[in-house]
């Protein structure tokens, strides 16, 4: 296999976790370049759930090495928490199959409360974050007064750091009566944590370099949706990463040319998690993945997600942008038992048709989506192991996105399990 980019090309919880768990059987190294513990993957193998935060999906592989990049911002307490849930199930995880890099930024106590005091300011028209820290992370690392892994290896260095951050941090804090922090009630609470983590922190670009240099299958698993990514999504209701393929070559410290393929992940519908624009989200359509399916709540937070019919302008713009060479196609089976299925093709704005998503932040609001109508197969997919074995439908609503989307189809999800993966 080529070495392949993993990307979301809608607002994340397309089923990433799954299609990077069903090519790891062919890698050798998986690396996440971005994101941070706000995004969940929950994948199903053998009979077992495991959801997954920052671990890459690869660490359910035996003799697979997994990578956390430079680019993603780490949580130490939450990640050792995630570690030990996976050993609790039987997940071997060692120095050798899990690398984290230095020069990662840390996701640090204040981080959180600052995420807080952000959505009170923004009072109704906040964001909608986890609220896990993840964006003022971001921000310290561009404004330069962020710590990495490396720097909390050393206490002196980590108390000097903290010792210039801290006042200004305190004073945000006071001004929305949130909790004040100390150098050293900082450095003791996550003191277990880095200690658990430091033999797993190294410069993990040569052992990248040195896996590509050698031949070896390099899979980069993508976190949240396109339309998060900071340059290219819903703005200003994204995350503060990019999450676009360009992410995981900065993210990781791989160039340009090491990437063969990128596979975007889309639901054969949408959904989104947060507030922000969705054209195409439906009442109705919500109520049935919630309340007959019983499907779509969050991984990571367990919030309903809100859902809609597929909408290809993103879908189109997405695939262009990520140079996307394959689409994975998740979740089919949640339309089966649909008596007719809507597609939209392009956006109403004011009396023009538009095919591409809009970049004025008014234009979302006054955007009304554009359907095409196809029949459904009213009948399980869940069976299917071949394109051929699909419904005749389920081929054609397939065959639509496909064209819409102008990207060919490369894998088709029919079901949770590792193994309802039909490769196209």
């Known amino acids: 296999m080529p070495n392949s980019i993993v990307v979301g090309l809608q607002w994340g919880d397309e089923g990433k976790g799954k299609v990077v768990d069903f090519l790891t059987e062919t890698a050798d190294v998986v690396v996440r370049a971005q994101g941070g513990n706000n995004a969940g993957h929950t994948v199903i193998a053998n009979g077992e759930k495991y959801i997954l935060h920052l671990i890459p999906s690869g660490i359910l592989w035996e003799d697979k090495q997994c990578v956390i990049g430079n680019g993603v911002v780490l949580d130490p307490v939450g990640l050792v928490q995630e570690i030990e849930k996976l050993e609790a199930q039987g997940v071997v995880i060692g120095e050798k199959n899990l690398a984290i ?29 986890t609220k896990r820290g ?24 980590a108390t000097e750091l903290l010792e210039a951050r801290l006042p200004e941090v305190n004073e945000t804090l006071a001004k929305v009566n949130l909790p004040q922090f100390t150098v050293e009630g900082i450095l003791s609470e996550l003191a277990p944590a880095v200690e658990r983590l430091r033999p797993h922190v190294s410069d993990t670009i040569p052992v990248l370099h040195q896996a590509y240099k050698a031949g070896e299958t390099i899979l980069f698993e993508g976190a949240q949706g ?71 709540f969050g991984a ?18 997405s695939c262009m942008i990520n140079g996307v060479t394959h689409l994975a196609v998740t979740n089919l089976d949640g339309m089966d038992e649909r008596e007719t299925i809507d597609i939209c093709v392009a956006y ?48 054609a609503y397939l065959n639509r996105l496909a064209e819409l989307s102008e990207t060919k189809i490369g894998f088709v999800g029919v079901g949770p399990d590792r193994e309802q993966t039909i490769r196209v």
């Open 226 to 296: 396109f339309f998060l990514d900071i340059d290219f999504g819903t703005f200003p209701f994204v995350t503060s990463s990019s999450t676009s393929s360009g992410g995981a070559v900065s993210g990781s410290g791989l160039p340009p040319q090491a990437i063969n393929q990128v596979v975007g992940v889309c639901k054969a519908y949408t959904t989104r998690v947060g507030s922000g624009p969705f054209i195409t989200e439906n009442d109705d359509f919500s109520d049935y993945m919630h309340n007959t399916l019983g499907r779509e």
């Open 300 to 317: 990571t937070t367990g919030r309903a997600r809100r859902c809609g019919w597929l909408d290809t302008v993103l879908l189109k713009f």
């Open 348 to 395: 109403d704005i004011d009396g023009e048709r538009h095919e591409y998503p809009p970049a004025e932040r008014d234009a979302w609001n006054r955007a009304t989506p554009i359907y095409e109508t196809l029949p459904g197969w009213k009948t399980s997919t869940e069976e299917c192991t071949t394109w051929d074995s699909l419904p005749a439908n389920a081929q």
């Open 101 to 129: 890099s230095n020069r990662a930024h840390v996701v640090m106590p204040y981080h959180k409360e600052l995420d807080e005091a952000r959505e009170i300011g923004l009072g109704d028209k906040k964001i909608g974050t």
């Open 134 to 157: 993840i964006g003022p992370t971001y921000s310290d690392k561009a404004n330069r007064n962020g710590l990495r892994l490396i720097d909390l290896l050393d206490t002196a260095v």
